[in-house]
């Protein structure tokens, strides 16, 4: 059974491949066949996530890793790169995430009516195979390597299909991504400098790291390169200018995959890369980060009300929370991280499902602009009970899966930097504000002049079997973590209370009594419980 679930983890990046590659060579195929090949492409890895999802509290681990099979590829012996994958209690969720939004995101674009179908389904079969390669990968080389095969068609959808300002905003993107993924790169190979040469294989680096250790100055040096450049990839405060521009103007299903799971690689990498290879940096940055990530929570909240573009507020909101993940990471805890990883998978689900309904939206009303909508709900209640509840989603209501990153993270924040909790939830008012102004504006009081005389004549409709598809698979995800959060938070606590190089590193680095540590554990698991 190890070795047929190995072989899924590598069919999970290697089907979308087959299918993208299906598609570029299958130009003369009918409509029906390009969305066939296209939706094997997408249903497999979410199933194979599940299943492997599934069966992981139960599979033989390894350093905290199941499901491992390594491939050379003639790299080993001269640089120390190998194909290594496998599935820890940290990134199987997000592994999951990438299952589940790329599902959701390919259907939405199986459904859609986009110029050359083909060739957009082919873009997103490869960034689909991206994520999952990003979140199975142990060697950091093939990490990074998947990052850039998801980014690179990131580009040029917002190039072709995108919307007003695809350019700019593509150029923007191209130039800020560029950036961060170089000083993420070269962070990277500072790493593999330091280890003594010891390859890029993570297991490896925590073994030496765990022996030898990496001098302080050089752990500040290199964290560093690894804040800012995963930073700008994440849209840290303030290098977030890209990110609104390039969500407003990406087709909707680009959209979902880049801000629900591609933007995540940066924080995924901030806590399973460099925290625990370089903990006396991440102690020394950590002062910093916690002001950088209010930024995001405080200035860039009151720019997202200042908004009337409904995907613009959706894309400023995404943002946003990017602060909640930092300041759990920035606590160095084991319940702040815990939480900083049940909120990326949640957010994750739910703002792929706000970019869903505010496309669904725009269908029925001809503009994102919220001034010129108003009285939807009265044609489409279904589609208004849909947004509300995402917006609740993300504002953290008890019931969704967001209300439990955001709790454990005020938690940790609170033992030891309770400053920063009171503008730490001053950030939920804010999201209140903007997300049910938003609604109000959609889909209650009178139609707008300006929709009246655009839906003069118009049946408008509720939402349809196929946007309703996508935005239940997603509010399906929400809720059941809600309900049940151990379906997460139990693997995210083994992981980091465990024998893993992470948990005795941060803790140590911190000065957390030893006695402390147990219980950081257990208030995090009843947090998430």
Not at 247 to 254: K, L, M, R, S
Request: charged share 10%.
């Amino acid at each position: 059974m190890t070795d047929f679930n190995s072989l899924l983890l590598i069919l999970a990046i290697v089907i979308p491949l087959a299918a993208a590659v299906a598609l570029l060579f299958g130009q003369k195929l009918c409509p029906c066949a390009a969305k066939f090949i296209a939706g094997i492409g997408f249903l497999a890895p979410a199933a194979i996530a599940l299943w492997l999802w599934g069966n992981f509290g139960e599979a033989a681990k390894t350093a905290g890793y199941a499901y491992m099979s390594q491939y050379d590829l003639g790299m080993k012996d001269t640089l120390g790169i190998s194909l290594y994958l496998g599935l820890n209690g940290i990134s199987a969720p997000l592994f999951l995430l990438a299952g589940i939004v790329g599902l959701a995101a390919g259907w939405q674009a199986i459904n859609a009516k986009a110029e050359r179908l083909p060739q957009y389904l082919l873009l997103l079969l490869i960034m689909q195979a991206g994520l999952m390669g990003v979140f199975a990968s142990i060697d950091i080389f093939f990490f990074y390597f998947f990052h850039e095969l998801a980014l690179i068609p990131t580009f040029i959808m917002i190039g072709i299909w995108g919307g007003a300002g695809r350019r700019s905003a593509a150029m923007e993107m191209t130039v800020y991504l560029t950036l961060g993924a170089m000083l993420s790169l070269l962070g990277l190979i500072y790493i593999y400098k330091a280890s003594d040469w010891t390859g890029f294989d993570l297991i490896a680096l925590r073994e030496y790291v765990s022996a030898h250790s990496i001098a302080d100055a050089v752990q500040h040096n290199i964290f560093g390169l690894l804040l800012f450049g995963f930073g700008i990839l994440v849209s840290l405060f303030p290098f977030h200018s890209w990110a609104p521009r390039g969500y407003a103007a990406a087709p909707t299903a680009n959209a979902m995959l880049h801000a629900g799971v591609l933007k995540k690689f940066g924080l995924y990498g901030l806590v399973q890369i460099a925290v625990p290879l370089l903990p006396v940096g991440a102690l020394e940055w950590n002062p910093l980060l916690i002001w950088l990530a209010l930024g995001n929570i405080l200035f860039i909240g009151l720019v997202t009300i200042a908004q009337r573009d409904l995907k613009l507020m959706v894309g400023y909101s995404s943002v946003m929370h990017m602060g909640y993940i930092f300041l759990g990471i920035a606590t160095l805890s084991v319940a702040g991280v815990g939480g900083a990883v049940i909120l990326m998978f949640a957010h994750g689900l739910s703002v792929a499902l706000m970019f869903v309904l505010s496309t669904a939206v725009y269908a029925r009303t001809g503009t994102y602009d919220m001034r010129d909508m108003g009285g939807l709900g009265m044609k489409a209640p279904l589609l208004a009970g849909f947004f509300v509840a995402a917006t609740m989603a993300s504002v953290g209501l008890p019931g969704f899966a967001n209300f439990w990153g955001e709790f454990t993270i005020f938690m940790a924040l609170w033992k030891d930097h309770a400053w920063a909790v009171a503008p730490a939830v001053l950030g939920i008012i804010i999201s209140a504000i903007y997300g049910l102004r938003a609604a109000a504006a959609i889909f209650m009081g009178a139609p707008s002049e300006a929709f009246q005389k655009a839906s003069a004549g118009k049946a408008i409709g509720d939402i349809t079997r196929a946007e309703r598809i996508p935005a239940i698979i997603l509010i399906i995800g929400l809720v059941l973590v809600g309900f049940w959060p151990h379906s997460i938070s139990t693997s995210i606590n083994e992981e980091l209370m465990g024998d893993s190089v992470y948990q005795p590193k941060v803790l140590s680095t911190v000065q957390t009594p030893a006695a402390a540590t147990p219980a950081a554990g257990h208030a995090h698991e009843e947090s998430a419980s």
